[in-house]
């Protein structure tokens, strides 16, 4: 190690083992609290609702009020993904990064107005399903719940564990992957036992205590800084001693405090910004599993508006809770977090790219009394467990449903339960071998590469869900041919991307021009574009899509009466079979598998253990009340006009407040 690094850790606060705070009993006692608190609520989820079925345990039996709906949605979003991820890039170069949560403010609005109703209309549990009944066959309900596995190990599972781990490591010193194991338990059993029910319900706990700890750290920064005011002026002052002035490493950008940003040069152009950003937003908020399968867990569609609006005025926080208090800490610890040069940040945070992402969990420690420091720990594993076990539930209802269900079609309701709860084990297995490239990708700015690999692999999705939603002449070839075209394209960039990653300061940049020239936005709106004409060509040169391909399944013929039902669907196909299903399963009539019979048999520990995975058989008495009929899709598509126009004029203030967001801070 040279001289300069050892001076650096000498004199740094993370560097020196004497003034490096740490979690004391205090804070010890706030995390036992909290853990307390979240396992009575979700210990009440889980005999609150039924999870011994696929409706119950994928869709928490479609009974959720608008309010926990809202929270969960906000809180599978944002996970401790954001609180790192966003705040470092808000430390490493200003405000622009807000534009990504601001965008979807508009579209979860989308979703609950326009897709959604679709969605309902179709009687659909997953987003392959709905594809595979819109196009028919089967190549593309597997090929989408392939790709959307893909994606949540890329982007959402494998980043969280790494942010959440991350900030554990900043407080108590563990190593990276001691760290992840250790939520993973914790989460992974969360899951597997209380299913989406206990998830929305937990999600909606820790919304608020999410909410509420990063106000206060909110304020705690700008009380030690002076206000916002005096944020502007010291930002641009924050350069690390060790910068020579013979190159630009670790100086501010000039625009910091602008979302919109030069077209060509700059790290998030505008035009990228206002379009390219808004295809995969569409992708998460509109088409994505985990995002969508929360507003199908409403009551109704008036419910889900309320969820999505609920939502969406939380989105406003992301600026002021995450993205100010990471610029905060750059200037208050200006050395560690805004370190340059690759020695030196390897010293400092094990990351030779750059230590932006310390920014949060650097606040946190530092500042902070004894106390609010376990709470605001508290609030990083609360975003990081609401996250995860979202993901987690809707991962394992892919593969179940969509996959699963087509290698055994007369699989067993018993047969898919155990399916999908062993599936989130494996899903954790994979995460975890892809955290190293998380860790070395885009610079250090976790939140950047989120999203650049966001725009490789969602606008093609985007386009077929939005195409198939509201075209009625979209048919199974061109929906097919415009996915594969445009994924392979992305995917050619993205390994590009791993293959050449971005230099470090100080080195020359010899990237290929489709690499170093093509910002991942740009390319967003290309491959949008490319895979809107593959679709557009191949559809009218082949047969349109016939009847059964439209009806109820796009927004012209949501109301289309058809057969006087509810579609067919994976759920309610389950459903129907549930009879006959138990049957099976149920030892007491003397014709049920072996190994089930056994298990019924067993000493109590055996049915507790059962009891807790929600896999319990059920009493002769409840047996004959199931299956539970799904409701008329038109029932839950109707809404009251009084409640209609409150959600509508709702609507109407939240759009307001975010053009004027980003007119403000454009």
């Known amino acids: 190690m040279d001289t300069t690094s050892q001076t650096l850790r000498n004199t740094s606060p993370t560097a020196n083992p004497s003034s490096k705070k740490s979690l004391e009993v205090a804070d010890i006692v706030v995390l036992v609290l909290y853990f307390l608190f979240v396992l009575g609520v979700g210990l009440w989820s889980m005999w609150r609702t039924k999870r011994n079925t696929v409706q119950g345990y994928f869709l928490a039996g479609k009974d959720m009020v608008w309010w926990p709906v809202g929270a969960s949605l906000f809180a599978s979003n944002v996970g401790s993904g954001h609180f790192i991820g966003l705040a470092g890039s808000g430390a490493a170069s200003g405000i622009a990064v807000t534009a990504y949560e601001w965008n979807g403010l ?29 196009f028919g066959g089967k190549r593309i309900q597997i090929y989408l719940a392939i790709l959307y596995l893909f994606i949540y190990i890329f982007t959402k599972i494998s980043v969280d564990m790494y942010a959440g781990a991350l900030f554990i490591q900043q407080a108590l010193q563990w190593d990276l992957y001691v760290a992840v194991t250790g939520l993973l338990v914790i989460t992974a059993i969360y899951t597997v036992a209380g299913g989406l029910a206990a998830v929305i319900y937990t999600d909606t706990l820790q919304t608020v205590i999410m909410i509420i700890g990063a106000l206060i750290l909110m304020v705690y920064g700008f009380i030690k800084i002076g206000g916002y005011d005096v944020l502007q002026e010291k930002y641009f002052a924050a350069i690390p001693s060790s910068h020579t002035g013979n190159s630009t490493c670790g100086i501010p950008r000039e625009d910091a405090f602008h979302i919109f940003r030069d077209p060509v040069n700059s790290d998030l152009p505008w035009p990228g910004v206002l379009v390219g950003m808004t295809i ?21 569609l008036s419910h889900a508006k309320g969820g999505s609006l609920l939502a969406a005025y939380m989105k406003v926080f992301p600026l002021f809770i995450m993205v100010l208090p990471g610029m905060i800490s750059r200037v208050l610890f200006t050395d560690e977090v805004a370190c340059a040069e690759p020695e030196k940040c390897k010293a400092i945070c094990g990351n030779p790219s750059g230590c932006s992402d310390i920014a949060y969990p650097k606040m946190v420690i530092e500042l902070l009394p004894t106390g609010l420091r376990g709470l605001m720990m508290s609030v990083m594993i609360a975003a990081l467990m609401s996250s995860l076990t979202s993901i987690f539930n809707s991962a394992s209802t892919i593969f179940t449903m969509d996959l699963w269900r087509n290698i055994r079609p007369r699989s067993t309701e018993w047969e ?23 860790q070395a990708s885009q610079g250090g700015q976790l939140f950047i590469y989120i999203q650049s690999i966001s725009s490789y692999l969602q606008p093609p999705v985007a386009v077929v869900f939005i195409a198939g939603c509201f075209w009625k002449r979209t048919n199974e070839k061109g929906a097919f041919w415009g996915l594969t075209i445009g994924l392979a394209v992305g995917v050619i960039r993205m390994v590009l991307d791993f293959i050449y990653p971005s230099p ?35 559809s009218l040169w082949t047969e349109p899509p016939s009847t059964e391909m439209v009806s109820r399944l796009t927004w012209f013929t949501r109301w289309d009466k058809g057969d006087g039902g509810p579609v067919a669907t994976t759920s309610n196909i389950t459903n129907e079979k549930q009879n006959s299903t138990f049957a099976t399963t149920d030892p007491s009539d003397g014709t049920g598998s072996s190994s089930i019979d056994e ?34 899709p038109d029932i839950l598509l109707y809404e009251r006009p009084v409640v209609s126009h409150i959600l509508n004029i709702n609507l109407i203030l939240c759009t307001s407040v975010g053009i004027f967001l980003w007119g403000y801070f454009g």
């Open 106 to 134: 508009f579209c979860v609005l989308v979703l609950a107005w326009l897709f959604l109703p679709i969605y309902i209309s179709a009687g659909v549990t997953t987003m392959p399903e709905y594809l595979q009944k819109r």
């Open 280 to 300: 995969p937003s569409l992708w998460y908020w509109c088409t994505d599993q985990v995002i969508v399968q929360r507003s199908l867990s409403a009551k109704n």
């Open 416 to 438: 898919l339960m155990i399916v999908g709860r062993v599936f989130v084990l494996l899903l954790v297995v994979v995460s975890i071998l892809w955290i190293p490239l998380v």
């Open 504 to 538: 470090l300061c100080n080195q020359a940049d010899t990237r290929p021009g489709v690499v170093k020239y093509i910002h991942y936005l740009y390319l967003s709106m290309i491959l949008a574009f490319l895979v809107l004409i593959v679709v557009v060509a191949v």
């Open 599 to 632: 298990v019924s048999c067993t000493v109590r520990l055996k049915k507790a253990i059962l009891w807790l995975c929600g896999m319990e058989k059920r009493s002769e008495g409840e047996e004959e009340q199931c299956p539970v009929p799904l409701q008329s």
